[in-house]
């Protein structure tokens, strides 16, 4: 869709978040005196009437017949495609699009590279424009990761690296590149199914022109297999890791261990990483020593610092039982209490416990919406040194207490914010905070153009 499509339509903006102010602003920009109506929550109707007063802005959850009344909805992408009320306003004929799919109908002539995946597509998308950048290449860096693209829809770069969700994968075309990083099972309350969830995440794959997918997962290779433009990373003849290094092919090109952003896992981006650099005909060797000067992205096994004996590690990010277990890994033999917990979306955590099982930190701490579940699983099989708490604020009292002055103090929730706070970086920032640092310390780096 593009912005002369809504002229003189009846047009509605869903969501007050980040992505509705940018529509908002992208609709004021392109089409001045266009008549709009914006549906928000009630704590955020003022904040709305002063920065848009042209807007008129209602406190009411829009059910099927407010949704009919219009002819084009811009949703923001949190709110699911699925759900009823929609389904049924799209069949009386509203037209549903984003901010996302405006911006590709508005840039078909971008050189675009998307990237997906369930985990590890925010740290390959930085590294991507990282590395593009240190070789003089003028890349924007927006998306999913902390710009909407519509903040970004007049600017101009030579290499646009854009990061989806995926509630925003299906919103793509033209892409260039696309990039699958991993696939495992989350946002299920969104999807409504792990299937449904697998197929909406490789809708990037159908809108790109060449696809690169990671050759250490099965499933993306079936997937994947029959599209015409296929590379692969993480296999022996690509860019993968081996003994210690980073290679492409049979040649070593830099340690692993020269990455900034600590793990086996982010070794595996920058391969991802370098991977895209040679597929866009980009010199990918020689931007490989950058890899020491990226700055690791906040909330992703963030090491924050010490304070009063204790280690601090923000994983904020972490939204699935199998990432808190890469966390763990991560850490090592280090006395650890871990953090877990949040809103419950039903995901299943036997795998979890079952690796606890074989070896848990000195404390587990489990907190939030679905921490009764998780604490019931973990002591009915078992495990030693489990805590519960009601929230963060109690939990990194209940984490302190536990390794009784000294240790590492990991919060990797296993699971989203939303039953306490507004999103993942909201709830770093708190746990910033509470552990005695600065909430600007878990801040993004190198967001929009350079």
Known sequence: MRWAELRGKRVAVWGFGREGRAALSALARHLPGQAVTLYCVASEVQAARAAFPSVDVRDIVPDAEVLAAHDVVIKSPGISAYKPELLDAKLRGTRFTSGSALWFGEHVDARTVAVTGTKGKSTTSALIAHLARSLGVRTALAGNIGMPMLELDEARADLWVIELSSFQTGEAMGVDLGVVTSLYEEHLDWHGSRERYVDDKLKLLSASAEILVNAMQPLLLTRAVDHPGLHTFGDAAGWHVADGWISRGGERIIEASRVSAPGMHNAINACAALSVLDIMGFEARAAAPALSTFVPLPHRLQPLGEREGFEWINDSISTTPLASLAALESIGTRRTA???????????????????????????????????????????????????????????????????????????????????????????????ELAGFEASTASIQGLGIA
């Not at 795998?351 to 848990?360: D, G, Q, V, W, Y």
């Not at 939030?368 to 990194?396: F, K, M, Q, T, W």
Request: with cysteine.
């Open 338 to 432: 871990l953090i877990v917990g949040g809103h419950d979306r039903g995901l299943d955590w036997s795998p979890f416990i079952e690796a606890m099982r074989a070896r848990s930190p000195k404390a587990i701490v489990c907190q939030g919406a679905n921490g009764p579940r998780i604490a019931d699983a973990l002591e009915d099989a078992g495990i030693a040194g489990v805590y519960r708490a009601p929230d963060l604020s109690a939990a990194v009292a209940a984490a302190r207490a536990a390794l009784d002055g000294s240790g590492c103090v990991l919060l990797s929730p296993g699971a989203p914010s939303f039953d306490q706070f507004h999103d993942y970086t909201e709830r770093g920032k708190r746990f910033a």
